[in-house]
């Protein structure tokens, strides 16, 4: 895994964690992470990952609906 390093302003202290955290959960919504890579940026489990994404109003289920309604038609 790369390293980065961010500067974020003093002024959110404690949410640091929390800045990971938003930044992993965008990441899995535009695909570009599985829900285990965002988990571990985010030093989570992926079961607590999971539970914490709706927090930065990410949906869990990362699949387009269009898609969903094609599965749905073949079944």
Known sequence: MTTIILQVPDSL???QN???RFIA???YESGKLS???AAEMAEL?????AEVI???GVSLLNYPVSEMLDDARRI
């Open 25 to 27: 959960a965008k990441l």
């Open 13 to 15: 202290g404690e949410q």
């Open 18 to 20: 929390d800045t990971v």
């Open 35 to 37: 829900l285990g890579q």
């Open 54 to 56: 709706g927090d930065y």
């Open 45 to 49: 489990s992926k079961r607590t990952f």
